[in-house]
């Protein structure tokens, strides 16, 4: 019991804890500066920043749609962003973006696919996702070299080992072509690198997902970028690009629900380096992230109400004991 409590209250506190230390460090700047920032404010950017918003996560629905039908299942755009929106608002909640799984039960409950290629498509969204991040960071530095002070160089360090980290996992994925293997579970893993291979086998497949990613990207920096706009600061493009991809780059590291706290932080520290003030900083980081947030929580909701009653009982499975009934329904994982 209280390893189920503690991974969800620790997680928790340290995502409160970081926002509040942000909130802190600016605290009297923001006070100074409240009135200012509340005259200067362009309200028609939010509503843009909230449709863009809205319109990526249908995009990321259509290759995540793509995805299942490379591997043999055919399923709707809204039944597609429908998984999508259940799964991310788990994540929300539920630590160590265990809420992605949700999409594997929704698939096999729904559509009879199979857990190993509910998996395989978990994998192949979150592998270009992250590869697509890294060469979006790494184009951003060059425009960025007379901005950005050169003893803070960690974050390209960052892009750079995500990348290499990338090729040796492509490596790895072609000459697993090759192996074969008795053990159950290494059957299963050479299973999944099969099924990836399926997915991206031709130059068409290559160009749909890696194009995708790069638009869905691109308009979660617009998001941002209009954000800045709503603030009237004047934040360089590719600041802001560069921005969103170290931040969702710490973010794919499951330390706090839905990167809450580690996001912001990312963010705000970004900014910072490339001269924006502290106060604005904070304020851009955690609109912009509120806004993600909440847009994916109310379409969660609407999602949660499209799949039926049955996926609100599996939602509340996954906070019981019960999630080891779960586990053992997946008897062909």
């Not at 539920?94 to 559509?111: N, Q, S, T, Y």
């Not at 293997?181 to 299973?191: M, V």
């Amino acid at each position: 019991m209280w390893k189920k409590v503690s991974a969800v209250v620790i997680p928790t506190v340290i995502a409160v804890a970081l926002l509040g230390y942000m909130l802190l460090r600016v605290w009297g700047d923001l006070q100074e500066n409240l009135e200012s920032i509340l005259e200067s404010l362009v309200p028609i950017w939010l509503i843009a920043a909230v449709g863009i918003c809205v319109l990526a996560w249908f995009l990321r629905g259509y290759r995540y749609k793509y995805i299942i039908q490379r591997l043999g299942t055919e399923i709707g755009l809204i039944f597609s962003t429908a998984c999508i929106y259940v799964s991310q608002t788990a994540n929300l909640i539920i630590p160590a973006r265990l809420g992605d799984f949700v999409r594997m039960f929704i698939l096999k409950h729904e559509k009879g696919m199979p857990y190993t290629n509910g998996f395989t498509s978990l994998i192949v969204e979150r592998v270009y996702d992250i590869l697509v991040l890294a060469v979006l960071g790494l184009c951003s530095l060059p425009f960025l070299i007379s901005l950005i002070p050169a003893d803070y160089g960690w974050f390209v360090w960052l892009i750079i080992f995500v990348l290499i980290a990338g090729i040796v996992g492509i490596l790895i994925l072609l000459l697993a072509k090759w192996l074969h293997a008795e053990n159950k579970i290494l059957k299963k893993i050479l299973e999944v690198f099969a099924q990836f291979r399926q997915v991206s086998a031709t130059i068409s497949s290559l160009g749909i997902l890696s194009g995708t990613s790069v638009i869905i990207w691109m308009m979660d920096v617009l998001v941002c970028y209009l954000v800045c706009m709503m603030l009237a600061v004047d934040v360089p493009f590719m600041l802001v690009l560069l921005a969103i991809v170290i931040g969702n780059l710490i973010k794919a590291v499951p330390i706090t629900p839905g990167g809450i706290g580690t996001y912001e932080a990312a963010l705000a520290i970004i900014f910072e380096i490339g001269g924006v003030a502290s106060f604005t900083a904070f304020l851009i980081a955690v609109i912009d992230h509120l806004i993600k947030n909440l847009v994916t929580l109310v379409g969660g909701l609407i999602s949660l109400y499209y799949f039926g009653d049955w996926s609100v009982s599996l939602f509340k499975r996954l906070f019981k004991e019960d999630t080891k009934k779960l586990k053992e329904d997946k008897d062909d994982l």
